[in-house]
């Protein structure tokens, strides 16, 4: 067997696009691919759990968090932070499972400064149209917020280009589909592995 390390899959886009559904889908095909549960400071909507969604914690346990350098990465949105714990990860990578960040882009760009090798994918709406449509339509978010939301989806594709992939999120099974061959893709790239590979064949030599 070549020693492969996990995959560190970055997956962001605008509110509205579709990447939770994604990565949801992805996490129940995909038994061997683990998601990171964020830290937030919003308030839980409704059905949410402390715990499996995200850990919910007031600003103070948030800063406290950031004080002891236990994110990976944080940043504010929306008038709310979020932040990537550490711990998990590192151990989670080294031991060659898959981890999958469903982040925004601030944060996306501080994970590619401190781990380069991750995978970076933007997940786009088929229009912006169809954005909002998604946004008001799933009913958890006050007026107020979707506008919020909506008003920056323009400004966030325009980060597109510290990605390294996009997926255009017209239906959840193509995307996943999709989503799946970057994966298949990545997991045989000869940069990854080389040493590992030349490696495993010298032993039988
Ligand atoms: P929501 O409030 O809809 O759950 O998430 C709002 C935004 O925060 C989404 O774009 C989501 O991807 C992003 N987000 C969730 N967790 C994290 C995190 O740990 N770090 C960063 N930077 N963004 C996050």
Do not use: H, W
Not at 167 to 195: F, G, H
Request: aromatic letters at 10%.
């Amino acid at each position: 067997m070549i020693k492969r390390k996990g995959l560190l899959l970055v997956v962001s886009g605008p509110s509205g696009a579709g990447k939770g559904t994604i990565c949801k889908e992805i996490l129940n095909r995909r038994k061997d691919i683990k998601l990171s549960v964020s830290a937030t400071t919003r308030k839980p909507r409704e059905g949410e759990v402390d715990g499996v969604n995200y850990f919910f914690l007031s600003k103070e346990e948030f800063s406290k968090m950031v004080d002891n350098g236990e994110f990976l990465e944080y940043a504010s949105i929306y008038g709310n932070f979020y932040g990537t714990p550490k711990s998990a990860i590192i151990e989670c990578l080294e031991n060659g499972q898959d981890v999958i960040l469903e982040i925004e882009m601030q944060g996306a760009r501080q994970v590619k400064e401190v781990y380069g090798e991750g995978v970076f994918i933007f997940v786009l709406p088929p229009s912006l149209s169809e954005l909002k449509n998604r946004i008001v339509g799933r009913g958890t978010e006050t007026a107020d917020e979707i506008e919020k939301r909506f008003s920056c989806a323009f400004e966030e594709i325009k980060q597109i280009d510290d990605y390294n992939y996009f997926i255009i999120n017209k239906d959840v099974d193509t995307s996943v589909r999709e989503l799946e061959e970057i994966i298949s893709a990545e997991k045989n790239k000869v940069t990854r592995y080389k040493e590992n590979i030349i490696e495993k064949f010298r032993e039988e030599l």
